[in-house]
């Protein structure tokens, strides 16, 4: 856009948790204020360059959720530059919800207030520090709810050489009135690829590992992060054993299975159940396309898996009933119950299908 001269004066930066619409705000941020930029990329080491990477930059204004700092006070970015400085460079495809979490904003709701929009459209009112360009970036407008009516004329007429972006996750939340003051970018969920090769440049992570958990990150790098932060999180050697003890109508093993497996934290429960949907929805894919994107001991796993005949209903059965138990698990039921009764329910329909074969 920039380089065919078609850079708006307000753009939406939109895509799911994870897709890194921050940094790139903060990499289109940087690439024009850069005072020595090539054609494709900011020169990161300018002056300016360093300012915005270290967050610093005058003329580069945040804003973003937050919460009051005590019962007194107004609910204002301002309060949290320096903690919110500290937890994006830390952590720049983080949440919202986590970035509440760490200014300690527990229940109470985060949002974008009127005073924040009041105090956004004051400081843009003023020339700028290093003479050149303003620019204005919103974390997650979803916050402002209508409040965001304050900034209309801002964002369909900022003052000269300034620039807002929004950095979005969902277009629902947020009024309309902006919406169409603004062109908006979507940004696709990443590539597996792409997850599985960072994981392993810059996390040392190993290529197997990486590629299992790019795969279940579904697009999203903080989802991958949060895979990679778990202990333990080779899930491959827990299905294996699961299925044995499913095919081999091992009751007794499969109750301990699931009494061992309720011992680990909700999240890992959950992770878990839905590895082993992605692996019931390969097998599928599999058996009807021939197509495979798995490797090693997971492939010859979804090959033999693929080769017991079990019915596409008996699959897709098996299928629904982790997701559910996956459902109640989040929701708070007791974890060993649900994966016992789960157990027992694949179990019974795994052997259902013998019987019918039997009967055919
Ligand atoms: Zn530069």
Redesign the pocket.
Known sequence: MWQQNHLPHALLICGQEGTGGLPLAFALS?YLL????SDTD?????P??QKIAKLEHADVHLSFPSIKPNPHSKVLSSNYFKEFRTYTLANPYGTAFDWLQYINAENKQGNISADECRAIIESLSLKSYEGGKKILIIWRPEFLGKEGNILLKLIEEPPSETLIILVAESTEEILPTILSRIQAIKLPPIKASEIAESLIKQYNCEPHRANQMARLAEGSFTAALQLLHEEDNDLFPHARNLFNLLFTNNGIGLSKFSEEMSKLGREQQKNFLHYIIHLLQTTLKQHFTGQCNLANEELVFVQKLSATALRFETISQLIDEIAKTSYHIQRNSSSKMQLHALCIKMMYAIQNKKVSSLVQ
């Open positions: 940087q850069c005072s020595n930029k900011s020169c990161g080491v300018c300016n360059c």
